[in-house]
Structures are given as structure tokens and as C-alpha cells.
T-cell receptor
Framework: DTGVSQDPRHKITKRGQNVTFRCDPI?????LYWYRQTLGQGPEFLTY????????KSRLLSDRFSAERPKGSFSTLEIQRTEQGDSAMYLC??????????FGPGTRLTVL | ELKVEQNPLFLSMQEGKNYTIYCNYS?????LYWYRQDPGKSLESLFV?????AVKQEGRLMASLDTKARLSTLHITAAVHDLSATYFC???????????FGDGTTLTVKP
């Protein structure tokens, strides 16, 4: 499978714990995006990388959130001191241009 | 701030019927996307519309874009049960490539 992959697919954690998610984009896609989707809503943009540079961050991305893409390939999204409001599906997408984004299967986070 | 509004948010229709989902957006953009999402799954790209007057069709679904009216439509022809899903429109940012999504239209097709 050469699509976007995300790991883990599901994560259950206790409030206050840190979690890290990984996204592997389609090979040679230089753009990578993180979105968050809560139940009944459309995905909300979190942040965007072009190669290893983080070019834009949404104001939704509080200080507890950090994202990296160290070598311009895979990316990680870390949430520190998780809160119940962080429970959501975290989606990663990649693209080779500004036109079409290909979404991964998502990581579903549940904060107890 | 770009706002994307879809209507209706919920749609229940009988097999064989036709219907249209509307997507309005608040600022100029030259790219409009339609996605399908099944429960618990990720997003599947359906259409990418890049110019005023663009029309694309795939099976029973047809999407169109009017950039002057800031309106896109997704028309469903002779609905079948397999089309039951949530459909999202999204407006693209020309510079960054990020997308702003509507809240989705949950379609249920009944026999």
C-alpha cells in the first residue's frame, strides 16, 4: 500500500498524559497537513509542512501541541498534558502540489 | 476568515430519487473539493473543481462550481443505498494548499 499511513490507529490515554502520533506521507509528496475532526464536524486544519519547514499553524494549535517533520518525510504530532477536549480523530494528508490532498486513515484519540 | 456552509446537514432520501447538496463559501477561491466519508473511516476524494463553470461526473454523482456565486453543488441522480455516507465540501487555499471544510451532509438512502 503506497497511501498515507498513520500510527497508531487508536489511542486511549488518561488526562494529563502526553501522546505522539506518526504520519508517513505518500513517497515524494513534499507537502504534509494535519487536521483534527470531532464528531459531527468537518476536519479542521491544524498545521502544514512543505518539506521540513512548518509553514502555517492554526490558532487551534495551542502550546500543548507540537508537530515536526525532521527530514521532510514522516511527521509527528505530539500533544502534551492531554485534556478531554483533545479527544478527536487526527487526520494526516499529503500532496505533491497545492491541488489534491490524500488523506490517511486517521488516529482516533480518546482522553479519559 | 473563510467560512464554508453546506446544506442540508442531513438528508434522507429514497432509492431512485434525485437530490442536490449545496456548498457556499465566503471568500474567493479557485479550488473546491468534494469528499466522501464512511462512518469511522477517513476521507475519500471525489472531485476537484478548479475553475468557474467546472463540472465533473462520476457515476451517479455530479459536481459543479460557480466561483462568482461562491457556490458548488453535488447532484445525486437515482440514489442507491451504497451512496449513504457523509459528504464534505472543502475550499482550498491557493497559497498554502490547506483546505477549509464544511460541516458535512449526512446522506441516508432508504429502499
Amino acid at each position: 500500500d503506497t497511501g498515507v499511513s498513520q500510527d497508531p490507529r487508536h489511542k486511549i490515554t488518561k488526562r494529563g498524559q502526553n501522546v505522539t502520533f506518526r504520519c508517513d506521507p505518500i513517497s515524494e509528496h513534499n507537502r504534509l497537513y494535519w487536521y483534527r475532526q470531532t464528531l459531527g464536524q468537518g476536519p479542521e486544519f491544524l498545521t502544514y509542512f512543505q518539506n521540513e519547514a512548518q509553514l502555517e499553524k492554526s490558532r487551534l494549535l495551542s502550546d500543548r501541541f507540537s508537530a515536526e517533520r525532521p527530514k521532510g518525510s514522516f511527521s509527528t504530532l505530539e500533544i502534551q498534558r492531554t485534556e478531554q477536549g483533545d479527544s478527536a480523530m487526527y487526520l494526516c494528508a499529503s500532496s505533491a502540489s497545492t491541488v489534491t490532498q490524500y488523506f490517511g486513515p486517521g488516529t482516533r484519540l480518546t482522553v479519559l | 476568515e473563510l467560512k464554508v456552509e453546506q446544506n442540508p446537514l442531513f438528508l434522507s432520501m429514497q432509492e431512485g430519487k434525485n437530490y442536490t447538496i449545496y456548498c457556499n463559501y465566503s471568500t474567493t477561491s479557485d479550488r473546491l473539493y468534494w469528499y466522501r466519508q464512511d462512518p469511522g473511516k477517513s476521507l475519500e476524494s471525489l472531485f476537484v473543481l478548479l475553475s468557474n463553470g467546472a463540472v465533473k461526473q462520476e457515476g451517479r454523482l455530479m459536481a459543479s462550481l460557480d466561483t462568482k456565486a461562491r457556490l458548488s453543488t453535488l447532484h445525486i441522480t437515482a440514489a442507491v443505498h451504497d451512496l449513504s455516507a457523509t459528504y464534505f465540501c472543502a475550499v482550498g487555499d491557493t497559497n498554502a494548499g490547506k483546505s477549509t471544510f464544511g460541516d458535512g451532509t449526512t446522506l441516508t438512502v432508504k429502499p
